[in-house]
């Protein structure tokens, strides 16, 4: 885990990736911060992911993080950490 907080009484955990390029090794990373918040922890988890991976198409990252699967997951960027952690 890259990321563990306790903020207003919840436990958060998290993966954080920053994604340089797409495939190989980065397609591993990125299933990483996905085994996180697929896990059965009894916490908030979030994939905390900056890079290439936000770039439309139909890359592999890409639709993986906006697959039906992921889509309310709460995947997003360092950017968006802090207002996430206070709409908790």
């Known amino acids: 885990l890259d990321f563990v907080a306790r903020f207003n009484g919840k436990y958060v955990i998290g993966e954080a990736k920053f ?3 797409r495939g190989g090794h980065q397609n591993a990373q ?3 911060a996905l085994a ?3 896990s059965d922890a009894n916490a908030v988890k979030v994939a905390i992911l900056d ?3 936000y770039i439309g198409g139909k890359n592999k990252m890409y639709t993986t993080i906006t697959s039906e699967r992921y889509r309310d997951c709460n995947i997003m960027s360092a950017l968006m950490l802090r207002n996430f952690l206070y709409t908790l």
Do not use: E, H, K, M
């Open 19 to 21: 994604l340089t390029d």
């Open 30 to 32: 990125l299933n990483d």
């Open 36 to 38: 996180t918040i697929s």
């Open 51 to 53: 890079g290439v991976c």
